[in-house]
């Protein structure tokens, strides 16, 4: 894997193995939920906002603080963020 992140993202997976272009959808949104402002800073230099912002409309890993956060610095509207907002509806009705 070509991006240099800590394994406090990854703690259950080892990122050795981890493929820049296969596992894309997961390290971002790992990124993106638990990564430090020098994760994100390295994330951005191995993938372009069009990727992150699609991670983000469509992850049901990352909370409803950190899609609403991406969301307002990537200019995507609400609406397109449901995805998120739906898996954690689902979790209060359990």
């Keep these: 894997m070509a991006l240099n992140l800590r394994n ?7 990122v050795r193995e981890l493929d820049k272009e296969k596992d894309k959808f997961f390290i971002i949104s790992r990124v993106l939920e638990y990564g430090t402002m020098e994760d994100v800073v390295n994330l951005l230099s191995e993938y372009d906002s069009a990727e992150i912002a699609g991670v983000v409309r469509r992850s049901r890993i990352i909370g409803r603080a950190t899609a609403n956060f991406w969301s307002l610095i990537l200019n995507i509207p609400r609406s397109e963020i449901i995805r998120c907002l739906e898996a954690e509806n689902s ?4």
Excluded at 9 to 14: I, K, L, P, Q, R
Excluded at 91 to 94: E, K
């Design 91 to 94: 979790h209060q009705r359990r």
């Design 8 to 14: 406090t993202c990854f703690w259950d997976v080892n």
